[in-house]
């Protein structure tokens, strides 16, 4: 075999060879290069998603559940009460000022503001941190239902509510907003200080 046909051929195959790995480093660098954009893309999903959590429900429900935290406090001070809580059971029954005053309490503020709470959970449901209703939430839905209902009972019918056994307020409801609330801000922290991070070492 001729010497010059040979090294033609050798020099075609190195060429074809370098040609080959470097078409695979580029495919490789695409890949990664997209699984890369793909994560980013990601995380910047679920940050825009954690952000719509915090904003449009867990913030402004925990915000109600103060300003209703603040008013039931002055409830407290001006009716009777016990370990905090105002008493029904020690309203006077000879003299219906205490029940007005509840009653003035429920219609202006309590009523209101359960009614915006209740909103904000069965519009933004898809933004629950779980994405299930959790216990405290739902035994919430129901009592401001039910309350609402027992207090125009009362104000349209005349058809007194006085004694009738109201489905109790959740305990763990407002602790239930506070701790999602907390978690959530948490894991947005967190995730915007990665991604910053990310930015910073490219």
């Known amino acids: 075999m001729d010497t010059t046909l040979f090294s033609a051929l050798i020099g075609a195959v190195v060429a074809l060879i370098v040609a080959i790995i470097t078409a695979i480093i580029t495919v490789r660098g695409w890949q990664e290069e997209n699984r890369r ?17 915090i904003e449009e429900l867990y913030g402004p429900l925990w915000g109600l ?15 009777p ?36 709470k209740a909103e ?3 519009t933004k449901s898809y933004l629950l941190e779980s994405g299930r209703l959790p216990e405290s939430f739902d035994q919430f839905l129901k009592h401001e239902a039910q309350s609402g209902c027992l207090y125009r009972l009362w104000k349209e019918q005349g058809v007194s509510t006085q004694g009738n056994p109201d489905l ?9 907003v506070k701790t999602s609330l907390d978690k959530l801000k948490m894991q947005y922290e967190t995730l915007l200080r990665y991604e910053q991070d990310k930015k910073v070492s490219r």
Do not use: C, M
């Not at 603040?70 to 407290?76: K, T």
């Not at 109790?168 to 239930?176: R, S, W």
């Open 37 to 53: 954009l793909i994560k980013q893309q990601q995380r910047e999903s679920q940050l825009e998603h954690l952000k719509r959590q």
């Open 65 to 79: 559940v103060q300003q209703s935290q603040i008013i039931y406090d002055v409830a407290v001070r001006v009716l």
């Open 81 to 116: 009460s016990e370990n905090g809580k105002v008493r029904q059971s020690l309203f006077d029954k000879n003299d219906d000022r205490h029940w007005k005053v509840w009653r003035f309490f429920a219609e202006t503020y309590f009523l209101p503001l359960h009614s915006q």
């Open 120 to 122: 904000l959970i069965n």
């Open 168 to 176: 109790k307020f959740p305990a763990e409801f407002n602790q239930d």
